[in-house]
Nanobody, 116 residues
Framework: QVQLVESGGGLVQPGGSLRLSCAASGIIFTITDMGWYRQAPGKQRELVATTGEATLYAESVKGRFTISRENDKNTMYLIMNNLKPEDTAVYYC????????????WGQGTQVTVSS
């Protein structure tokens, strides 16, 4: 049974910071590619950042967000600095593998609201 649990979301003022965490169980963490996605109301889910063989960021968050992982804790993080109102969304943890054994798992999401 695979389980991904996001935490760390909440309400923050523009310019503030948050750290999102994604704790994984039921997978071999060290062979997994992973990333963060977000979905704002009325919009499709979009990539925020991924980490694996290479680390990638959406242009809208580059320089402000940092993705990291701690393999010994089976946990992935997203450090978000200088938050903007347009960052408001539900943030989802994703862990996947494109090679055998293939898998693609998603967490339930955590709400991030950036507002004055």
């Amino acid at each position: 049974q695979v389980q991904l649990v996001e935490s760390g979301g909440g309400l923050v003022q523009p310019g503030g910071s948050l750290r999102l965490s994604c704790a994984a169980s039921g997978i071999i963490f060290t062979i997994t590619d992973m990333g963060w996605y977000r979905q704002a109301p009325g919009k499709q889910r979009e990539l925020v950042a991924t980490t694996g063989e290479a680390t990638l960021y959406a242009e809208s968050v580059k320089g402000r967000f940092t993705i990291s992982r701690e393999n010994d804790k089976n946990t992935m993080y997203l450090i978000m600095n200088n938050l903007k109102p347009e960052d408001t969304a539900v943030y989802y943890c994703n862990m996947r593998r494109v090679y055998i054994p293939k898998f693609d798992h998603w967490g339930q999401g955590t709400q991030v609201t950036v507002s004055s």
